[in-house]
């Protein structure tokens, strides 16, 4: 009996290692570094397909940093379109942006609107509260209707949390591929601007510097994707109805729902107490009120944030 005593002693006092323990040369983020790179600066034409081939970095991409500038010297005589393309401007500057990796996976896909600025917004992946409401930013100048004049800044985000989600960059046959078609004056403006403004799209991207130590990101492969979807079927006018979501595959970060009439432009007519349903079950069932008080909270949107007003929830 001491002699069992005596072994359980010595064995508790040497445990053997565990099986979850680091990797040789530690975790991935202790041995690089972030950094930030110039990809393009360009003046595409309107009405015309835009998409430079992107250049390699030396690591990981963690995304596109945009920003579109509309200048003129003395632009005067423009008026905003009362179309979709006039109420979501300047973000339907862009037409249909999509993004791809090397294999042909979309990872970013829908209109200007969604995709430059409703994504960023509702996802968190462009800073936290006040701050995810791209308007609210040093860079933002909203667009002045009489030249066509304005500038915005914007992030496609790989990256979903600390080195998930990143892109191989060092690898030039291999980068994601970003395509942006412009939208025509004609879109943004029922009387365009004389002269015509020039605009011009700056692309940095965010990325992890490669390692001094043969170690690679955690979840290799993994992707953050936002996907634009219409549901089914058509909402007709002051009509109530579940409508469904296609099928996307892998696993639902967000849901982020835009309602717009048989125009295009969108619209607040919400109902009193959306409901969503997954497998028939109502997993949640509101009041719009609450919804718009969680936006305030969670976003800044329709708030007072640091004494100043917010945009109007719903705008």
């Known amino acids: ?15 053997q290692p565990q099986t979850t323990g680091e990797a040789q040369g530690g ?15 360009s003046t ?31 632009g005067t005589g423009g008026v905003i379109a009362t179309g979709p393309g006039g109420v979501d401007a300047p973000f339907s500057i862009v037409t249909q942006l999509q993004c791809k990796d090397a294999y042909g996976t979309n990872l970013f896909a829908g209109p200007g609107y969604e995709m430059l600025f409703l994504f960023q ?22 667009i002045t209707a009489a030249s066509g004049a304005f500038t915005f800044g914007t ?19 291999l980068l994601p591929d970003l395509q942006m ?37 955690p979840g290799q492969g993994t992707t953050l994707q936002c996907i634009y979807q219409p549901c089914n079927p058509p909402i007709p006018s002051a009509g109530s109805l579940r409508v469904q979501l296609p099928r996307l ?39 719009i009120s609450e919804i718009y008080e969680d936006m305030a909270i969670a976003f800044g949107v329709g708030g007072s944030v640091y004494g100043a007003s917010q945009t109007a929830a719903g705008a």
């Open 1 to 15: 009996m001491a002699t069992g005593d005596a072994t359980t002693v010595r064995a508790a006092g040497r445990p």
């Open 27 to 41: 975790p991935f983020i202790r041995h690089s570094a972030p950094g930030r790179r110039p990809v393009y600066q």
């Open 44 to 74: 595409p034409a309107y009405g015309l397909y835009f998409g430079p081939k992107m250049v390699a970095a030396p690591g990981w991409y963690r995304g596109y940093r945009l920003k579109f500038t509309n200048t003129t010297g003395s």
């Open 121 to 142: 917004l509702l996802s968190g992946q462009f800073g936290l509260d006040e701050t995810r409401d791209i308007r609210n930013l040093p860079t933002w100048t909203g």
């Open 155 to 173: 992030y496609l985000p790989f990256e979903f949390t600390q080195a998930y989600g990143v892109i191989a960059a060092a690898n030039a046959a």
């Open 181 to 217: 078609p412009i939208a025509t004056l004609a879109t943004l403006f029922g009387t365009s601007p004389s002269p015509a403004p020039s605009l011009t799209v700056q692309n940095d991207a965010d990325f992890y510097w490669l390692p001094n130590v043969p170690t690679d990101p």
């Open 249 to 287: 595959g892998g696993y639902l970060a967000w849901l982020g729902f835009d309602l717009r009439d048989s125009t295009g432009a969108r619209v607040d007519a919400f109902p009193a107490r959306p409901g969503i349903f997954v497998d028939s079950v109502e997993l949640i069932n509101s009041d």
